[in-house]
């Protein structure tokens, strides 16, 4: 469905990005964890056309995608959930929401999916007329969910969902993602500093450092961990205890 070959990312004179590549396919939740400053969120924003990769091709059900217009994309049928949610504060729930809506124009589906949202988030049908800054940290997350699901989409990247969350909230935005993976169908990929809650959601990983990808595979495979942590922080066999000291 989504598919990144070589791509370089680059701000001014920083490489974020160094020629990464991978794959998601139609259905899977597929996860890129990595450390701080490791090229996570620069890989979603050029997915959502919000950064120009300098190299590279990004292509969504064969079309490339790179170099095309942020609301093109969100049309396409990706939508995201971007980094510290991003909601409107000072808007209730309700017009939150209606922002995700904003491009398109079928307005009966538009209903639908409102009310689909709400099913999905009963909390924000309760607090639907509320300023969206009086909800807590978790129920925020759900709305930038709930947000991005009033765009339709197929597809969707998720930039640290668990961020400043309590862990039994973590848990409950995890069980909603995988809901709307069984549910709806819908295709996910979602990146965390935290290897281990995606790990267990995920289908596929990528251990993303330093702008390139250092491990990929199969979640199952690499449920016990160990290869994700040395991917992720650089040990190799010979200098593990030596790095950990
Ligand atoms: P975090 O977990 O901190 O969000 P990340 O893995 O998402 O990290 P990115 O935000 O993609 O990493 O950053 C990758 C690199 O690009 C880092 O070195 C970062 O400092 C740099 N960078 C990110 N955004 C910009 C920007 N707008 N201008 C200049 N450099 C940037």
């Given at each position: 469905?989504?598919?990144?070959?070589?791509l370089h990312v680059r701000y001014g004179r920083l490489t974020a990005l160094r020629?990464?590549?991978?794959?998601?396919?139609?259905?899977?939740?597929?996860?890129?964890?990595?450390?701080?400053g490791?090229g996570?969120s620069t890989?979603?924003l050029s997915?959502?056309?919000v950064l120009s990769p300098a190299e590279?091709?990004?292509?969504?059900?064969?079309?490339?995608?790179?170099?095309?217009?942020?609301?093109?994309?969100?049309?396409?049928?990706?939508?995201?959930?971007?980094?510290?949610?991003?909601?409107?504060?000072?808007?209730?729930?309700?017009?939150?929401?209606?922002?995700?809506?904003?491009?398109?124009?079928?307005?009966?589906?538009?209903?639908?999916?409102?009310?689909?949202?709400?099913?999905?988030?009963?909390?924000?049908?309760?607090?639907?007329?509320?300023?969206?800054?009086?909800?807590?940290?978790?129920?925020?997350?759900?709305?930038?969910?709930?947000?991005?699901?009033?765009?339709?989409?197929?597809?969707?990247?998720?930039?640290?969902?668990?961020?400043?969350?309590?862990?039994?909230?973590?848990?409950?935005?995890?069980?909603?993602?995988?809901?709307?993976?069984?549910?709806?169908?819908?295709?996910?990929?979602?990146?965390?500093?935290?290897?281990?809650?995606?790990?267990?959601?995920?289908?596929?990983?990528?251990?993303?450092?330093?702008g390139?990808?250092?491990?990929?595979?199969?979640?199952?495979?690499?449920?016990?961990?160990?290869?994700?942590?040395?991917?992720?922080?650089?040990?190799?066999?010979?200098?593990?205890?030596?790095?950990?000291?």
């Amino acid at each position: 469905m989504l598919e990144i070959t070589d791509l370089h990312v680059r701000y001014g004179r920083l490489t974020a990005l160094r020629g990464i590549s991978l794959t998601v396919q139609e259905g899977e939740i597929a996860c890129v964890v990595g450390p701080n400053g490791a090229g996570k969120s620069t890989t979603l924003l050029s997915i959502s056309g919000v950064l120009s990769p300098a190299e590279g091709t990004i292509t969504f059900d064969g079309q490339t995608i790179n170099g095309t217009r942020v609301e093109d994309v969100a049309r396409m049928g990706i939508s995201q959930v971007p980094e510290g949610r991003h909601i409107f504060t000072g808007l209730s729930v309700e017009e939150n929401l209606q922002v995700g809506s904003a491009v398109r124009k079928d307005k009966d589906e538009i209903r639908k999916d409102f009310k689909r949202v709400l099913e999905t988030f009963p909390i924000l049908g309760e607090r639907r007329k509320q300023p969206a800054g009086k909800l807590s940290g978790g129920e925020q997350q759900m709305l930038a969910i709930g947000r991005a699901l009033m765009t339709n989409p197929r597809f969707m990247t998720i930039d640290e969902p668990s961020l400043g969350l309590a862990p039994k909230i973590v848990d409950r935005v995890y069980e909603v993602l995988i809901d709307l993976r069984e549910k709806r169908g819908l295709t996910l990929l979602i990146v965390e500093q935290s290897s281990e809650r995606a790990l267990k959601a995920a289908d596929t990983m990528y251990v993303l450092r330093n702008g390139e990808i250092q491990l990929h595979g199969k979640a199952a495979d690499l449920q016990d961990g160990v290869e994700v942590h040395k991917a992720y922080f650089g040990f190799t066999e010979d200098h593990e205890n030596e790095v950990m000291i």
